[in-house]
């Protein structure tokens, strides 16, 4: 029911930005907790940031606090990732990932229903 497709990824120097985005289908978008997940080679799928329905609660790996700002629009469709003061550690395959049962237990990969294509993020030292 809901299709995810990313953007926004690239190519970036230690301490630049980047802001990827999420597009959704479905009118039922805002009715979905949101989240990104990466996944680095070698490594496994973590948690990187999640956004309640209406936005008024996010979560953040404790490794992005501070730099990443997960947001939504929900008349666009859309959840964004705002990348600041990246780092060659945060280079990965990032994932979009939808749940229509709410925010809870927002940090585990297993519980989201949708999941976009992914989108590379590669940060330069």
């Known amino acids: 029911q809901v299709q995810l497709v990313e953007s926004g990824g690239g190519l970036v120097q230690a301490g630049g930005s980047l802001r990827l985005t999420c597009a959704a289908s479905?009118?039922?978008?805002?009715?979905?907790?949101m989240a990104w997940f990466r996944q680095a080679p070698g490594k496994e799928r973590e948690f990187v940031a999640a956004i309640s329905w209406r936005g008024r609660t996010t979560y953040y790996a404790d490794s992005v606090k501070g730099r990443f700002t997960i947001s939504r629009d929900n008349a666009k469709n859309t959840v964004y990732l705002q990348m600041n003061s990246l780092k060659p550690e945060d280079t990965a395959v990032y994932y979009c990932a939808a749940d229509s049962k709410g925010i809870w237990n927002a940090r585990s990969d297993t519980k989201y229903e949708y999941w976009g294509q992914g989108t590379q993020v590669t940060v330069s030292s």
């Open positions: 479905g009118r039922t978008f805002s009715n979905y907790a």
